[in-house]
């Protein structure tokens, strides 16, 4: 069992920065793929970023690639998601998820565990 909760969300302007924290309970989140989802206004929930558990592959949507940054931090239980160059197309409800296939990224029913979700509102 894990516990996912995420942090950091809130206001901020195009072109800043943000960075989402999640932290997990669980003796086995080392174990874990680890990804961020996020839901649009009037859109469906969509992949943004994955780390596998060793960090060595961090797949990323093609939208945020380049802007946005995933990073784990087993000792700690926390994964990251640093947002550079907000847009206002990136105003959603972020959320963290953890998947116990090692291989599969983006495709949401793979992931066990999910936070509450965190706003971020980018204004233009």
């Known amino acids: 069992q894990v516990q996912l909760v995420e942090s950091g969300g809130g206001l901020v302007q195009a072109g800043d920065s943000l960075r989402l924290s999640c932290a997990a309970s669980?003796?086995?989140?080392?174990?874990?793929?680890l990804g961020w989802f996020r839901r649009r206004p009037g859109k469906e929930r969509e992949f943004v970023a994955a780390i596998t558990v060793s960090g060595g592959i961090t797949p990323y949507a093609g939208s945020v690639k380049g802007r946005f940054t995933i990073s784990r931090d087993n000792a700690k239980n926390t994964v990251y998601l640093q947002m550079n160059s907000l847009k206002s197309e990136d105003t959603a409800v972020y959320y963290c998820?953890?998947?116990?296939?090692?291989?599969?990224?983006?495709?949401?029913?793979?992931?066990?565990?999910w936070g509450q979700g965190t706003q971020v509102t980018v204004s233009s």
């Open positions: 998820a953890a998947s116990p296939s090692p291989s599969v990224y983006a495709f949401a029913p793979a992931y066990q565990y």
């Open positions: 669980g003796r086995t989140f080392s174990s874990y793929t």
